[in-house]
């Protein structure tokens, strides 16, 4: 079983190590992990219809696949749950496989290990096949040849599971983020990484069995002034592969967050701590002009009315990405579209800030599922503008939309070009390449011209989104 370290002891095996040797796993079947099943189909996806039924299965040679019958007027095909095809492994071994390699492993040595945790595992070269199969969607194939001469997998991510009322699992990828901040737009950013090495060894655990929960905030912010972007982007795609082996609803953060710090080029961290204490708000409040609290009252989950604002908020983000010069704290959120987590977001954005040293106008917080990718920035969300001025949006199709001065939530839908298929994950290299560099870099003038550390401007310009 993988280890679970309580009181933030670190784990240099990313959870992901064999659990027992080759020979063992043969003679012993209680120490081989069981694989996991594929996700039951949601709709068929020919017709997109939901009416369909099962059609008995189909025994491949190290999985049985379920087979399901539409039965809708005009379709009547047969289909799996799975998009992927002409596959003898199930999706749970294809995506532990690459996980494991992309932590500096041999093809050989992931073999062994996969053998050794499941008790079956591919030939090495077909172990390369499915790597230069989904390189375009996992992009740190990028990055790994120069990953791996910095640190062996062991200690390529940092893993420690803390005991904050409930267990977290920290997840750290030093390896990428040193790599992520020698790009010139990102070296700003370095104080991340100092506030990330030292969550192991430094973090107040105390707090998070005292203070209050930032997710249990019912207070909301004046939406005057703030837009939000509906987008799709690599994140989707992720997500969407991901889910495709995940029967258990529960098990979704967790094996998403496992995939992602492995995989992608962007993720440093996962289930990252973080916290505020009340005198951090007041000062934000006195010398920044944000707006954050009603006269330093609050209303929390439960509560019938406002109350004194806390002596220590805390909270755990998702996942901390590094790209196009700014850090992005995402939330991942089932059914996206319905959800609305801007005070939470906002929340851990000015944790970050008082923690890492960074700007508030250095973050961009979204939250996301399969189809849909949400994001604002949380500096239009604490400092309005004075005057009367108004910021446009402008799109490509020339289309321009005003966003509101008053306290009403607008979300800007996406253009019809960027709408697309969920299931599309076989993408070209270059199409990779061109989505990945545009997950932010369109909303980089947002918000622009900051005076100084943690002050930001009156005047924010009109918005382009390329």
Not at 75 to 87: E, L, M, N, P, W
Request: proline fraction near 5%; charge should be neutral; charged fraction near 30%.
């Amino acid at each position: 079983m993988d280890e679970w370290f309580k009181g933030g002891r670190p784990s240099a095996d990313f959870d992901l190590m064999p659990v027992a040797p080759s020979s063992e796993a043969s003679q012993n079947e209680d120490v081989v992990e069981k694989i996991r099943e594929s996700r039951a189909a949601d709709l068929c996806p020919y017709c997109l219809s939901t009416n369909f039924v099962k059609r008995g299965t189909r025994k491949n040679k190290n999985q049985i696949v379920q087979l399901y019958l539409c039965r809708n007027f005009g379709c009547g095909r047969t289909f799996t749950a799975q998009d992927i095809k002409g596959k003898h492994f199930p999706l749970h071994i294809i995506i532990e496989s690459m996980s494991y390699y992309n932590l500096g492993l041999t093809l050989e040595d992931t073999c062994k290990i996969i053998k050794s945790k499941f008790g079956v595992a591919p030939e090495p070269a077909t172990l390369s096949d499915w790597i230069n199969e989904y390189k375009s969607l996992c992009r740190y194939e990028r990055l790994r040849p120069y990953a791996i001469k910095m640190f062996g997998p062991k200690d390529t991510v940092e893993v420690v599971t803390m005991a904050h009322r409930q267990l977290y699992r920290f997840r750290y990828h030093r390896p990428k983020t040193i790599l992520m901040l020698e790009e010139f737009k990102n070296r700003v950013l370095t104080p991340l990484k100092t506030y990330l090495d030292n969550v192991s060894s430094e973090t107040p655990h105390q707090f998070f069995q005292d203070g209050e929960r930032m997710s249990e905030i019912r207070s909301k912010f004046d939406k005057a002034d703030m837009i939000v972007r509906s987008k799709f982007n690599y994140a989707n795609r992720l997500t969407a592969f991901v889910l495709q082996s995940i029967p258990d609803n529960k098990q979704r953060h967790e094996e998403l967050q496992r995939f992602m710090i492995a995989n992608d080029s962007c993720t440093v961290a996962t289930e990252v701590p973080v916290y505020i204490r009340r005198e951090d708000i007041e000062h934000m409040e006195n010398e920044l002009n944000f707006q954050i609290t009603t006269d330093g009252m609050i209303e929390m989950k439960g509560d019938q009315q406002p109350r004194k604002l806390p002596r220590l908020l805390t909270g755990h983000i998702d996942i901390v990405q590094i790209r196009n010069g700014q850090v992005h704290l995402l939330d991942y959120k089932p059914n996206a579209s319905k959800e609305k987590p801007i005070e939470q977001l906002t929340w851990y954005a000015l944790a970050m800030s008082r923690l890492t040293g960074l700007r508030i106008y250095n973050f961009v917080c979204g939250w996301f599922d399969e189809k849909d990718y949400y994001q604002f920035y949380p500096l239009h969300v604490v400092k309005k503008l004075s005057g009367k001025k108004k910021r446009r949006v402008y799109y490509r199709s020339g289309e321009v939309v005003v966003v509101p001065r008053e306290n009403e939530l607008t979300i800007i839908p996406r253009p019809d070009a960027e709408v697309l298929q969920v299931a599309d994950v076989e993408l070209s290299s270059e199409a990779g390449r061109e989505d990945e560099g545009d997950i932010a870099q369109s909303d980089g003038n947002v918000g622009s011209g900051t005076l100084g550390a943690g002050t930001p401007s009156t005047e924010m310009p009109d918005t382009v989104l390329k």
